[in-house]
């Protein structure tokens, strides 16, 4: 009784608690997309209660996958749905597993990319876009070649994996609009024209194109080359965070030879 007086109190002064984060990845199903969206919107919430800038990419996280769950559920999108899900779940699972370390304070066991995201949302000027894009760099130059090769065993010859793995750069040509006015909306104070946010958009979607097309290839290599092991994918990601940090915290900062680095 006494521990559930302290975490309530705890909950009602600082937000959601480690304790409630911690049981909400711990006792809830996630094993199909329905149940790890609802659980990724538990996450996004709790973390937003607790005021934190790491709720932004759970926030924009959720805006996607609800996209991608439209096209697996439309006729003719994909080709082969079934293992598009798989990746979208195994994906989750990821950024899970390292979330829930690092509220449990097991450090050592969380990916290099992730420690410097979540490490950042606690400084005291963290920024909610440069908490994002430390976020996307982990979720997609680490986990998405990861989720990838866990999930693709015969990934030079899944010719329907490939293609629905690149279509899915037209959804987000579709839903950047959308995603750009999310981080406009962190972000107030920016006051730029029309024109520069078509600018900010198509450099965003190049690097986005880019880094998923370096994940892919990534994972091929791993699978293929018998020089080439699993832990190419985190020394890489690795040895893009430094250039990742470059990117200042604020939206109206950045400049299209920052954004050209990252290429």
Same mark, same amino acid.
């Given at each position: 009784?006494?521990?559930?007086?302290?975490?309530? $109190?705890?909950?009602?002064?600082?937000?959601?608690?480690?304790?409630? /984060?911690?049981?909400?990845?711990? #006792?809830?199903?996630?094993?199909?997309?329905?149940?790890?969206? $609802?659980m990724m919107e538990d996450i996004r919430d709790c973390l937003q209660e607790r005021k934190s800038?790491?709720?932004?990419?759970? #926030?924009?996280?959720?805006?996607?996958?609800?996209?991608?769950?439209?096209?697996?559920?439309?006729?003719?999108?994909?080709?082969?749905?079934?293992?598009?899900?798989?990746?979208?779940?195994?994906?989750?699972?990821?950024?899970? !597993?390292?979330?829930?370390?690092?509220?449990?304070?097991?450090?050592?066991?969380?990916?290099?990319?992730?420690?410097? +995201?979540?490490?950042? @949302?606690?400084?005291?000027?963290?920024?909610?876009?440069?908490?994002?894009?430390? @976020?996307?760099?982990?979720?997609?130059?680490?986990?998405?070649?990861?989720?990838?090769?866990?999930? #693709?065993?015969?990934? @030079?010859?899944?010719?329907?994996?490939?293609? *629905? !793995?690149?279509?899915?750069?037209?959804?987000?040509?579709?839903?950047?609009?959308?995603?750009?006015?999310?981080?406009?909306?962190?972000?107030? *104070?920016?006051?730029? +024209?029309?024109?520069?946010?078509?600018? !900010?958009?198509?450099? /965003?979607?190049?690097?986005?194109?880019? @880094?998923?097309?370096?994940?892919?290839? $990534?994972?091929?290599?791993?699978?293929?080359?018998?020089?080439?092991?699993?832990?190419?994918?985190?020394?890489?990601?690795?040895? /893009?965070?430094?250039?990742?940090?470059?990117?200042?915290?604020?939206?109206?900062?950045?400049?299209?030879?920052? $954004?050209?680095?990252? /290429?």
């Amino acid at each position: 009784m006494l521990i559930f007086f302290f975490t309530f $109190l705890h909950s009602k002064v600082f937000g959601c608690s480690s304790v409630k /984060l911690v049981e909400i990845m711990e #006792t809830q199903e996630f094993d199909t997309y329905s149940s790890a969206r $609802l659980m990724m919107e538990d996450i996004r919430d709790c973390l937003q209660e607790r005021k934190s800038t790491m709720y932004i990419f759970p #926030t924009v996280y959720v805006m996607i996958t609800n996209e991608i769950e439209k096209k697996i559920n439309s006729y003719g999108f994909y080709r082969n749905p079934n293992w598009m899900e798989s990746i979208v779940i195994d994906f989750f699972k990821l950024y899970r !597993y390292s979330l829930l370390n690092y509220e449990k304070g097991r450090k050592w066991l969380i990916p290099n990319t992730w420690l410097e +995201s979540f490490n950042y @949302s606690k400084t005291k000027n963290a920024s909610g876009f440069k908490s994002l894009i430390l @976020s996307m760099h982990a979720h997609i130059n680490r986990d998405l070649a990861v989720a990838i090769h866990r999930k #693709t065993p015969q990934i @030079s010859t899944c010719y329907s994996c490939k293609a *629905d !793995y690149f279509a899915t750069n037209e959804m987000f040509r579709e839903i950047l609009p959308e995603l750009w006015d999310t981080m406009i909306i962190l972000e107030p *104070d920016v006051n730029s +024209s029309s024109y520069e946010n078509e600018v !900010y958009e198509d450099e /965003l979607m190049r690097i986005l194109i880019a @880094s998923r097309k370096a994940a892919w290839d $990534l994972a091929v290599k791993v699978q293929t080359s018998p020089n080439v092991s699993i832990m190419a994918i985190d020394k890489r990601a690795n040895r /893009l965070t430094p250039l990742i940090k470059l990117v200042p915290d604020k939206i109206s900062k950045i400049s299209g030879f920052i $954004l050209n680095l990252l /290429l």
